[in-house]
């Protein structure tokens, strides 16, 4: 079978791992191999540029920017590409619709520019699917645990703009995006992420 690339984008407290672990399981119940990961933190080095963006010093944006890319890089060389080349589903918790987010809308890079450095660095890799959890960013308080992270410490006006480039690009690329009211219940959701990998399952078993 081929490989499927499944990506879990949304502002912090969305529900991203929630939704991602209930699609793997099912997944897993109908025989497939699931890789599950993370942008950053999916590899090694990920994880050491995870702890350096999230939780160390301060950086500008285009430094960050480029740690963002620089990691992402590394993760579908090193993992993404290999999985799906073996036929597996890769299911990852942010991908580079995210830097066009964060960095490009909520940092003020702009989203063209962010998008052409993110593509050069995956070689022009994009999920099959991606699943945009929409979730008013007034919510996030609520559904923080522990210490915040510097992304989550941005203030309220980053994360309304970082949530209106999202919905932005899934506007722009609809044969890509599905678009899910965060708000509704867990289950609700995950039935509607499986409706819609079971169709591109059946379109790739048509071909």
Known sequence: MAGLFISFEGGDGAGKSTQLALLAAWLREQGR?????????????????RELLLHGDDVDERTEALLYAAD????????????????????????????VAYQGGGRGLTAERVEELNLWAVDGLLPRLTVLLDLDPTQLPARLTGAPDRLERAGAE???????????RAAAHPERFVVLDAAR????IAAEVRERVAALDDAEGAR
Do not use: I, K, M, N
């Open 158 to 168: 980053f994360h309304h703009r970082t949530r209106q480039a999202f919905l932005e």
């Open 185 to 188: 219940p867990v289950e609700e």
């Open 72 to 99: 992402r890089a590394h993760h579908v060389t090193t993992l993404v590409r290999p999985a799906l080349a073996r036929g597996a589903v890769v299911l990852t918790d942010r991908y580079l619709d995210s830097s």
């Open 33 to 49: 191999e699931v890789v599950t990961t993370r942008e950053p933190g999916g590899t090694d080095l990920g994880r050491s540029v």
